[in-house]
């Protein structure tokens, strides 16, 4: 298995809804990550796991919460989200931690998120 | 520190006629360099990478980069290009801060293929 999986593909929350986005992927990759992508714009990191451990935030407001419950999967919790946050949020693997030398990202097909 | 410019926004070609999408990228190191390719409402995929065995770098779908360490470019091509090739192209370098590598984007190049 060489792919990253995401689901759903698309959400739809109001401002005072909780909701989880889910990332997988099976190919022993040891740092995984979430992006934010807003229209016509390149990705944002947001945080960086290496060995199922947070090892990089960028400065995310709370509202959103990741998880790495295991090697394999990697969750963001949503909760009292803005408008504002309306965006392509995208998971990727590597199999190298971050700073490794041509450590390439795999990434998932994203989750396109509107908040209303 | 790393940088990486994408000189075009926006780049219009004809079916069958050659593609390129040019990328200058700023390092103190010797850079790690990837062209990843995002197709209308899709996640990003890996074109190609530089891994300093070859300065000329052949990836996916026809695509090719050569990394010219005196230009500091890393310019994509493709000799013809396909309707299906009509995407957003990100070059990207790696960032080296202590144990805190991550990728660092271009702003992105569109590649527009008329018929």
């Known amino acids: 298995d060489t792919e990253v999986t995401q689901t759903p593909k698309h959400l739809v929350m109001g401002m005072t809804n909780k909701k989880s986005l889910k990332c997988e992927q099976h190919?022993?990759?040891?740092?995984m990550y979430w992006y934010k992508q807003k229209a016509k714009k390149p990705p944002e990191l947001m945080f960086v796991y290496s060995y199922e451990k947070l090892s990089i935030n960028e400065s995310v407001p709370s509202r959103f919460s990741p998880e790495c419950p295991n090697s394999s999967l990697l969750n963001l919790h949503l909760h009292a989200l803005q408008p504002e946050d309306s965006a392509l949020y995208l998971c990727?693997?590597?199999?190298?931690?971050?700073?490794?030398?041509?450590?390439?990202?795999?990434f998932g097909p994203g989750t396109r998120l509107t908040v209303l | 520190a790393q940088s990486v410019t994408q000189l075009d926004s926006h780049v219009s070609v004809s079916e069958g006629t050659p593609v390129l999408l040019r990328c200058n990228y700023s390092s103190s190191y010797s850079p790690s360099l990837f062209w990843y390719v995002q197709h209308p409402n899709k996640g990003l995929q890996l074109l190609l990478k530089y891994t300093s065995a070859a300065t000329l770098v052949k990836g996916i779908n026809g695509f090719e980069a050569e990394f010219k360490k005196s230009e500091t470019s890393f310019h994509l091509t493709k000799p013809s290009a396909h309707m299906s090739d009509a995407a957003e192209y990100f070059c990207v370098v790696e960032y080296y801060g202590g144990s805190q590598g991550n990728l660092i984007f271009g702003k992105g190049t569109k590649l527009s293929v008329k018929p």
């Open positions: 990727a693997s590597s199999q190298d931690l971050p700073g490794q030398n041509y450590n390439e990202q795999f």
């Open positions: 190919m022993g990759h040891r740092a």
